[in-house]
């Protein structure tokens, strides 16, 4: 698509070996990118939307597609950007799309997140039968899905929607040894808390001794120091 040679040439014109090699230093597993400021990546998907927000949301959600299938970082950015300004367009069905992207496409946290704290936690707030199909995903193999299932919550959690779900999803993902999987439930739970502290810190004294430290203390950033201290006992 003509569209899509345009993003990337911009891509490569606005790219910096230096930028490259500063993203590179936040994972553990490889990724590619071209090496452009995320300010940048999200301008060029805002001034590019006007271009594609014509079309209908199917041949949309094929650009998004080859974007994120691209494994460059900065397309996938774009892409999840795309999917969240269609928000108003969601049906249902659009879950198994959002599904087989983040099946097929996701391997870092940076596209996880981005991809599922907004589209795919916009669609879940819409279609809330759906919270189901996200503890499914917390039982994948597939530690991507294990994090997105958390991830996608984070956004309606903080604003103390899905509590007894949030709390469900911890249950399933409590001792899940997979660092960023941790980092995600209690990134979660730590969202969940700011509406919800009491309950919260009382699942969290009822579960410290399973749960890894790591999760632990992203849960309780947010909390009171003598909570914390206690948490941490």
């Not at 367009?89 to 704290?117: G, I, K």
């Amino acid at each position: 698509m003509e569209v899509l040679s345009r993003i990337r040439a911009d891509l490569k014109a606005t790219a910096d070996e230096k930028t490259k090699t500063s993203g590179m230093r936040f994972f553990r597993e490889e990724v590619k990118l071209y090496g452009v400021k995320t300010p940048t990546v999200s301008k060029l998907a805002k001034e590019y939307w006007k271009v594609v927000e014509v079309m209908d949301k199917k041949k949309i959600f094929g650009l998004c597609e080859s974007l994120l299938s691209s494994g460059y970082m900065e397309e996938s950015f774009i892409a999840a950007k795309w999917a969240y300004f269609l928000r108003k367009m969601y049906e249902p069905s659009d879950f198994q799309v959002f599904e087989s992207w983040v099946d097929r496409y996701v391997t870092n946290w940076a596209t996880c997140d981005s991809l599922c704290n907004h589209a795919v936690g916009e669609y879940v707030e819409k279609f809330p039968e759906k919270v189901d199909d996200l503890k499914r995903w917390a039982k994948s193999e597939n530690r991507w899905m294990r994090r997105a299932a958390a991830v996608t919550l984070i956004l309606p959690a903080r604003r103390g929607l899905f509590l007894k779900d949030v709390f469900e999803m911890a249950d399933i993902l409590l001792k899940d040894r997979e660092d960023l999987v941790q980092k995600g439930y209690g990134w979660l739970l730590k969202e969940a808390s700011k509406q919800h502290q009491k309950e919260v810190y009382s699942y969290l004294m009822k579960n410290k001794k399973d749960m890894p430290r790591t999760a632990l203390r992203y849960a309780i950033e947010k909390m009171p120091a003598e909570m914390k201290q206690k948490a941490m006992e």
